[in-house]
Nanobody, 113 residues
Framework: QVQLVESGGGLVQPGGSLRLSCVAS????????MGWYRQAPGKQRELVAS???????NYADSVKGRFTISRDNAKNTVYLQMNSLKPEDTAVYYC???????WGQGTQVTVSS
């Protein structure tokens, strides 16, 4: 089992930026695929971005060109840089260890003027 702790959410105006962080409790993190998901009120949880242990990334069409996922294995951390935020990006964002199926507790992102 691994514990994942997200941080970095908050309230931001449209067009603004945020960087989310997810710290894993185990050093085996470096061999695991990781992902960021989000869930808006009344909607299903969806995959936003993923990164393999080798660094290959994949993005939902709705965030391509605006969001960047990255990882720092020395810090057991995966990041989600979010630029040009839109109101429709408002959701709770979750980190997931895709190899183990473990979830973090989520962090709220609200994009509003």
């Amino acid at each position: 089992q691994v514990q994942l702790v997200e941080s970095g959410g908050g309230l931001v105006q449209p067009g603004g930026s945020l960087r989310l962080s997810c710290v894993a409790s185990r050093t085996i993190f470096s061999t695991h695929a990781m992902g960021w998901y989000r869930q808006a009120p009344g909607k299903q949880r969806e995959l936003v971005a993923s990164i393999t242990s080798g660094g290959t990334t994949n993005y939902a069409d709705s965030v391509k060109g605006r969001f960047t996922i990255s990882r720092d294995n020395a810090k057991n951390t995966v990041y989600l840089q979010m630029n040009s935020l839109k109101p429709e990006d408002t959701a709770v964002y979750y980190c997931k260890d895709r190899s183990l199926g473990s979830w973090g507790q989520g962090t709220q992102v609200t994009v509003s003027s």
